[in-house]
């Protein structure tokens, strides 16, 4: 049974549920997607499918990926990842479609995706550094610096990773335990109570979540 999706952040909305009570939801338009091509442990040492993202506009393929979804009498994606499978169910092949369907209101899962990039930026914004309370002492202009960056002598240098100022954002991030509180089956859309990494349009992968949180266990932070 395939436990994941490939889909695309679509925004943020409001959820109403039947005592009036309003709850801020992440909508997400997950697949349609075929199954490209099924690993299997014999061969391959793992057990997964590869899906691709069913588009309006179809891609284009070079030589050897055209080769590779002719093989498996699919459509050419632009958009492929892998996603493990379950024990139990009907086992995947290639051609199928997977969407929505696979979830159901109340599961808890895991959302993949790249966050929104943020340029060059300080230790202020990229590490939450506190700053520096020295507007009274003659010192100028250094409330957001980040310091000292190394001891004198020994070793007279940077250490590695030591936080300093960069590149902020930009990079893989994973939200774990989003509940499903809605599923339009119609449209392909899945409603997910929390944020989701990311911005408008950009993609995404839902998969079931590793380690769901314990009912009723209280929440760190």
């Known amino acids: 049974m395939v436990t994941g999706l490939i889909g695309k952040k679509v925004g943020m909305t409001q959820l109403f549920a039947a005592d009036g009570t309003v709850s801020p939801a992440t909508v997400l338009k997950a697949g349609p997607c075929v199954v490209a091509q099924v690993k299997i442990a014999s061969s391959d040492g793992y057990e997964a499918v590869q ?13 050897p990926s055209a080769g590779h979804f002719k093989k498996a009498g699919v459509p050419a ?10 024990e139990g169910g009907d086992p995947a092949k290639a051609g199928d479609i997977v969407n929505v369907s696979i979830f159901a209101n109340g599961d808890r899962v895991d959302v993949v995706g790249t966050s929104r990039g943020k340029g060059f930026q300080g230790v202020v914004k990229r590490h939450h550094f506190k700053g520096q309370s020295t507007v009274s002492h003659g010192c100028h202009e250094y409330e957001r610096h980040g310091g000292a960056v190394s001891s004198g002598t020994f070793p007279g240098r940077v250490l590695k990773n030591k936080r300093m100022p960069g590149q902020y954002g930009d990079e893989r991030v994973t939200t774990r335990n989003l509940r499903v509180a809605r599923i339009d089956a119609e449209r392909n859309l899945i409603f997910l109570r929390g944020a989701v990494p990311g911005h408008r349009n950009g993609l995404v992968r839902i998969r079931s979540a590793v380690a769901p949180r314990r009912s009723g266990a209280p929440k760190k932070g």
């Open 51 to 63: 899906l691709g993202l069913v588009e309006s506009k179809p891609s284009k393929e070079n030589k």
């Open 77 to 86: 994606t632009r958009v492929r990842r892998e996603v493990k499978v379950k």
